[in-house]
């Protein structure tokens, strides 16, 4: 059931809003029901997480008096509950699997590989022929770009099943840590090779796509990599990583010369750091969300209520949860945060705690890479993996077997 709630999320946004995530999490609703009461004997989290997701659901009931859009929120409102019984089945079902001493990672991250793996196929189409998937709300304005110096650059880019490019790096970011998970300690070789491979194919998608957020997620990653097989195998395994990401590296290039696009000057573009910070659209799509709040300031307590997001795009999960439901509810949401985040550092293995450091070093970044995080069913499909990660390694009885 995990596999198949992660692995759907690889149709992305085909099929609208009866997308394939949330179809499979309202058929597994029966089994939510069924496993929900012995897992919150074992685990008090579980009763919190659901109290929150309740509390919040009932308190974005009550915005709808005074939403600027009732009708959306009020569809808004359907999609909530959806995504929250996903959330609550990754988390109960994930503890199961550990309860049976297994690991839920492995379990997650094949439902990332099946994800991934599927859309990469689509991926390598689309930056060979240059097809995409005609959605109707799909933007392809910006495959030529001019630079400073008014050259044209051709570019080539991957969105696999979503509308956006964007979109599908967020995808690609949330499945690298549970792919590198299988690659670094997935018991089957065929596994760590097919995780290695398709961590190659989402390293050079966010090439072409030059995502800044998707960069530098990338690169941290990288690090974390070189880290973890130096810390494992010494000073030779830190050198062997850094060669095959060198070889990766040029034969990309090799790649991106054949198919005549210069995806290098199109990341020094993307990341040149006057143009990061000045005239960013998050910037400005910030300033005008606090203008708009300064008019009205209990909206900072009591938020603007569901279905505000017809009317803002923030860019930004932290504003997006922050304008829609007040400050309350974003305080109490990050002290949960916060607080269970820090159990990382009780992770004892060495090279796991690495992995899981820089994965919580790259969630802010990841969370400002997009729009509508609170409304797509894959950020509620992280979150529970997240929790599992942590949960798994960090509780005194570890699985015993993959």
């Known amino acids: 059931m995990i596999v198949a709630l992660t692995a759907a999320l690889g149709f992305g946004a085909c099929f609208k809003a009866l997308q394939a995530a949330r179809v499979v999490g309202l058929a597994f609703s029966y089994f939510l029901v069924k496993e929900m009461a012995p897992a919150t004997r074992k685990n008090k989290d579980v009763i919190w997480i659901g109290a929150f997701c309740a509390a919040l659901m009932a308190y974005g009931c009550l915005t709808l008096l005074w939403s600027p859009d009732k009708m959306a929120g009020a569809k808004e409102i359907c999609l909530y509950a959806v995504h929250f019984i996903i959330l609550m089945e990754m988390i109960v079902f994930g503890m199961k699997v550990i309860e049976a001493g297994e690991s839920s990672m492995n379990a997650i991250g094949k439902g990332w590989m099946i994800a991934i793996g599927g859309t990469a196929v689509i991926g390598i189409i689309e930056v060979t022929t240059g097809w995409h998937i005609p959605f109707e709300n799909a933007n392809l304005d910006n495959l030529e770009i001019h630079l400073e110096d008014d050259s044209l650059v051709h570019r080539r ?10 979109q599908y790096d967020v995808l690609m970011v949330m499945a690298m840590p549970f792919i590198i998970w ?16 398709l961590l190659v194919a989402c390293y050079a998608f966010m090439r072409f796509n030059a995502t800044r957020g998707g960069l530098i997620v990338s690169m941290v990653m990288a690090l974390a990599i070189v880290a973890i097989y130096w810390m494992k195998y010494g000073w030779k395994g830190a050198l062997a990583t850094i060669g095959a990401i060198a070889i990766i590296g040029t034969t990309s290039w090799v790649y991106e010369k054949k198919i005549d696009t210069d995806t290098g000057r199109v990341v020094a573009m993307r990341t040149d750091t006057k143009r990061i910070v000045d005239g960013s659209t998050r910037t400005v799509i910030a300033e005008e969300m ?3 709040e300064k008019k009205e300031t209990k909206r900072w307590v009591t938020g603007q209520g569901v279905g505000s997001m017809q009317e803002v795009s923030p860019h930004n999960l932290f504003l997006e949860f922050l304008y829609c439901f007040g400050g309350v509810w974003f305080a109490l949401l990050m002290a949960g945060v916060i607080k269970y985040a820090l159990n990382i550092f009780k992770v004892k293995e060495k090279e796991k705690l690495v992995l899981m450091i820089a994965t919580a070093v790259t969630l802010p970044v990841c969370y400002i890479m997009d729009s509508t995080y609170l409304l797509s069913p894959m950020f509620y499909v992280s979150l529970g993996a997240l929790y599992l990660m942590i949960y798994e390694n960090t509780r005194s009885e570890q699985p015993v077997a993959e």
């Open 157 to 166: 880019i991957v969105r696999g099943t979503f509308e956006n490019m964007s």
């Open 182 to 197: 299988i690659m670094l300690w997935g018991k089957r070789l065929w596994l760590k090779v097919t995780a290695g491979a």
């Open 290 to 292: 606090v203008n708009e």
